[in-house]
């Protein structure tokens, strides 16, 4: 019992050391805003590399490491409104997210809520022939609190990042 009570006091004497410093940061890194652009080539048809990443209940099997569940809250009018938990950095959260499609042209992704509420995604898909599409990325980040660190990465970490979930989604295309 003795050491459990020690476990206790060291988490709650990191979360408290956490946020000291969190609320004692300037005020310019108390809420992370920037904007981040990138492009990829992927080696998937414009079409179906577009309806598989507009599928977003199909996230959690494309990418189990991250995202946990997605529940759809709303479907219509090429918009969706989901219910998302995401898991990155052994940090999980649940986010309200309005997913809104131009049929095979644009994905906007907006945050609604919680520590990323205002964050913005936008992916572009553009022909570069029938076997390979461009794929354009607008990230605009809106963190405060325990997500700061993450607006905080390089743009080379974030822009890896989204290469490296894109690569799972042509996996995923290729494998089914």
Same mark, same amino acid.
């Given at each position: 019992?003795?050491?459990?009570?020690?476990? $206790?006091?060291?988490?709650?004497?990191?979360?408290?050391?956490?946020?000291?410093?969190?609320?004692?940061?300037?005020?310019?890194? =108390?809420?992370?805003?920037?904007?981040?652009?990138?492009?990829?080539?992927?080696?998937?048809?414009?079409?179906?590399?577009?309806?598989?990443?507009?599928?977003?209940?199909?996230?959690?099997?494309?990418?189990?490491?991250?995202?946990? =569940?997605?529940?759809?809250?709303?479907?219509?009018?090429?918009?969706?409104?989901?219910?998302?938990?995401?898991?990155?950095?052994?940090?999980?959260?649940?986010?309200?997210?309005?997913?809104?499609?131009?049929?095979?042209?644009?994905? =906007?992704?907006?945050?609604?809520?919680?520590?990323? =509420?205002?964050?913005?995604?936008?992916?572009?898909?553009?022909?570069?022939?029938?076997?390979?599409?461009?794929?354009?990325?607008?990230?605009? $980040?809106?963190?405060?609190?325990?997500?700061?660190?993450?607006?905080?990465?390089?743009?080379?970490? $974030?822009?890896?990042?989204?290469?490296?979930?894109?690569?799972?989604?042509?996996?995923?295309?290729?494998?089914?």
């Amino acid at each position: 019992m003795q050491i459990k009570n020690k476990y $206790l006091f060291i988490t709650y004497f990191i979360i408290f050391v956490i946020l000291i410093i969190i609320t004692t940061f300037p005020d310019e890194l =108390k809420n992370i805003n920037r904007t981040i652009e990138f492009e990829t080539t992927v080696s998937a048809n414009k079409i179906e590399i577009f309806n598989l990443i507009a599928d977003v209940e199909k996230y959690p099997l494309i990418l189990p490491e991250n995202f946990i =569940k997605v529940q759809i809250l709303d479907n219509e009018n090429n918009s969706i409104g989901t219910l998302e938990t995401i898991r990155e950095a052994g940090f999980e959260n649940e986010f309200q997210v309005q997913h809104d499609l131009t049929l095979f042209e644009s994905h =906007k992704i907006t945050i609604l809520n919680g520590d990323a =509420k205002g964050t913005n995604i936008i992916i572009w898909f553009n022909d570069v022939d029938e076997n390979a599409t461009q794929i354009s990325i607008e990230l605009n $980040l809106q963190l405060k609190g325990v997500l700061i660190p993450f607006g905080l990465l390089p743009d080379s970490n $974030l822009e890896h990042a989204f290469n490296t979930i894109l690569n799972q989604f042509v996996i995923y295309h290729e494998s089914n």
